[in-house]
């Protein structure tokens, strides 16, 4: 029957968010917290929000503390 090759939408995320964490072009951390959050089940918008700004947070203190400037890229 043509429904067995299917995905269900868990299956597709699921995909999407492996082929993301062997994209070496994104950040490594932001593709983790994602990952974090579907593997525990806690997937949310406001939730994935949360934890992008963190990273983001986090990448620019790095950034600082290596010597860059605010708002470099």
Do not use: C, H, Y
Not at 22 to 44: F, Q
Not at 60 to 70: F, K, M, Q, R, Y
Request: charged residues 35%.
């Amino acid at each position: 029957m043509a429904t067995e090759n299917i995905k269900t939408a868990s299956e597709v995320i699921a995909d999407f968010l492996d082929t993301q964490a062997k994209d070496e072009s994104l950040d490594a951390d932001t593709v983790a917290s994602i990952n974090t959050l579907w593997e525990e089940d806690d997937l949310s918008k406001v939730k994935l929000l949360r934890k992008l700004e963190e990273a983001r947070k986090a990448a620019i203190t790095a950034d600082l503390a290596s010597g860059g400037e605010p708002g470099d890229d």
